[in-house]
């Protein structure tokens, strides 16, 4: 069974602009979530997605983004672009919303110069 | 005060010798996660607890929910399971699987 997937894996951009990222799930799973990981912050929840509706959101502003579709793929978008932004950009995916197990990607690396 | 701290922060170990990692946290909890995180990023779920002890080959996880207090042990270490080691907290209530405060970090590595 492939594992969960992210595109792309690095990923340079300037202030301003707006990035997207993708996670592709393990087959058969119909959650994923969303971390971001910074060296000050550590990892930080950012959201979780389940059956294409977007069931819970950490505490991060409105320019992070994220849909689910309807094959359980989903995209993360962060606009106008901060240096902050810079990050690992964790997606995990399980079969339900609780109490199972969670299958990490391999990340997508950010850097905002 | 961070709500989940994880000790050491940094551990150097030989080849052999019996290690371990210590989360204590300071909210109630429903379960308790262990994460393994290799360089260049990728994460392995190692455990998920919400009560007692759990073994998988030479890793034991315990947790004291009284105490709020877990440990992770690693046996006859070798220099493969040097990596960063995170605990994670499902708080009291939390309905969602995924919504988890992580600590820092334990940054391990094992020389041969």
């Known amino acids: 069974k492939a594992g969960v997937t992210q595109t792309p894996r690095y990923l340079i951009k300037t202030r301003g602009q707006q990035v997207t990222l993708s996670c592709s799930p393990i087959?058969?799973?119909?959650?994923v979530s969303w971390y971001q990981q910074t060296p000050g912050q550590g990892l930080q929840f950012l959201f979780e997605?389940?059956?294409?509706?977007?069931?819970n959101k950490g505490n991060f502003p409105g320019r992070f983004s994220g849909r689910q579709f309807s094959n359980s793929r989903s995209e993360m978008n962060v606009s106008t672009l901060e240096l902050g932004d810079s990050a690992l950009y964790l997606c995990?995916?399980?079969?339900?919303?609780?109490?199972?197990?969670?299958?990490f990607g391999p990340g997508t690396r950010l850097t905002v110069l | 005060k961070n709500e989940v701290e994880q000790s050491p922060q940094n551990l150097t170990a030989q080849e052999g010798e019996f290690i371990t990692i210590n989360c204590s946290y300071s909210?109630?909890?429903?379960?308790l996660h262990w994460l393994q995180q290799h360089p260049g990023g990728g994460i392995v779920s190692l455990f998920m607890?919400?009560?007692g002890k759990k073994k998988h080959g030479r890793l034991i996880a315990t947790i004291n929910i009284q105490e709020k207090h877990s440990s992770l042990h690693i046996t006859a270490s070798h220099p493969r399971d040097s990596a960063v080691y995170i605990c994670?907290?499902?708080?009291?209530?939390?309905?969602?699987?995924?919504?988890?405060?992580f600590g820092e970090g334990t940054q391990l590595t094992v020389n041969p």
């Open positions: 607890l919400s009560s």
């Open positions: 997605y389940f059956s294409e509706t977007q069931r």
């Open positions: 994670a907290v499902r708080r009291v209530g939390e309905t969602s699987g995924s919504r988890l405060t």
């Open positions: 909210v109630g909890i429903s379960a």
């Open positions: 087959s058969g799973h119909r959650s």
């Open positions: 995990a995916s399980s079969m339900g919303l609780t109490y199972n197990e969670q299958f």
